[in-house]
Nanobody, 131 residues
Framework: QVLLVESGGGLVQAGGSLRLSCAAS?????????????MGWFRQAPGKERELVAA????????LYGDSVKGRFTISRDNAKNTMDLQMDSLKPEDTAVYYC???????????????????WGQGTQVTVSS
């Protein structure tokens, strides 16, 4: 079982910035590394389906972004620390949602965009952007 814990959410005014972090661990396996797996950030607003925000492949060489966040958000990872970050700039009220960290346990070298592709999920962190 992989544990994913998000941090960094909060309330910010439109136009502001937030940085989310995801820390991964696997209590039954020591040492554990995320360096073999793609990871992603997804979000879900009330009454809406969960959607891709950004995803990154195992070594950070490839990434995907949802259309609504391209040019404003940046995903990154540090395999040595088992962490993944999401820098969110120029935030808009429509970015308000619960943001989830996710890990794709498949050995694929590619990065995938679909919610079903990801096996492990964090509890989520709330991001609220006021107008």
């Amino acid at each position: 079982q992989v544990l994913l814990v998000e941090s960094g959410g909060g309330l910010v005014q439109a136009g502001g910035s937030l940085r989310l972090s995801c820390a991964a661990s696997r209590p039954a396996v020591s040492p554990y590394t995320i360096s073999n797996n793609a990871m992603g950030w997804f979000r879900q607003a009330p009454g809406k389906e969960r959607e891709l925000v950004a995803a990154i492949n195992w070594n950070g060489a490839r990434s995907l972004y949802g259309d609504s966040v391209k040019g404003r958000f940046t995903i990154s990872r540090d395999n040595a620390k088992n962490t993944m970050d999401l820098q969110m700039d120029s935030l808009k009220p429509e970015d308000t949602a619960v943001y989830y960290c996710a890990l794709d346990s498949s050995p694929s070298p590619f990065v995938r965009a679909g919610v079903p592709e990801y096996d492990y999920w964090g509890q989520g962190t709330q991001v609220t952007v006021s107008s």
